[in-house]
Nanobody, 119 residues
Framework: QVQLVESGGDLVQAGGSLRLSCAVSGRTFSTYTVGWFRQAPGKERKLVASIHWSGGSPYYADSVKGRFTISRDNAKSTLYLQMNSLKPEDTALYYC????????????WGQGTQVTVSS
């Protein structure tokens, strides 16, 4: 069973930066498509960014393009999300997730890390 543990969430002022990390268990991390989701209070969970297991250009939601960067270190089985120029509307619980079976569906989730951006 794949386990994911996020870290790096914090309270930050608008315009600031944070780097989220997600440690992923399992010997075959390099074969997983992985992504970051976020859920604000009263709203549905949405995909923020993802990287396909085979490489290629990452996906970014329009709301974060140019400000967020997703990356992965397969040697460390870790997923990252660098968040710059943060806005109050980026405030949410951020989750990392993995499609460990190449099904096209995210089947493993972390518990989330809170990001709060003050104005």
């Amino acid at each position: 069973q794949v386990q994911l543990v996020e870290s790096g969430g914090d309270l930050v002022q608008a315009g600031g930066s944070l780097r989220l990390s997600c440690a992923v268990s399992g010997r075959t991390f390099s074969t997983y498509t992985v992504g970051w989701f976020r859920q604000a209070p009263g709203k549905e969970r949405k995909l923020v960014a993802s990287i396909h297991w085979s490489g290629g250009s990452p996906y970014y939601a329009d709301s974060v393009k140019g400000r967020f960067t997703i990356s992965r270190d397969n040697a460390k089985s870790t997923l990252y999300l660098q968040m710059n120029s943060l806005k109050p509307e980026d405030t949410a619980l951020y989750y990392c997730a993995a499609d460990s079976s190449r099904s096209g569906l995210y089947d493993s989730w972390g518990q989330g890390t809170q990001v709060t951006v003050s104005s």
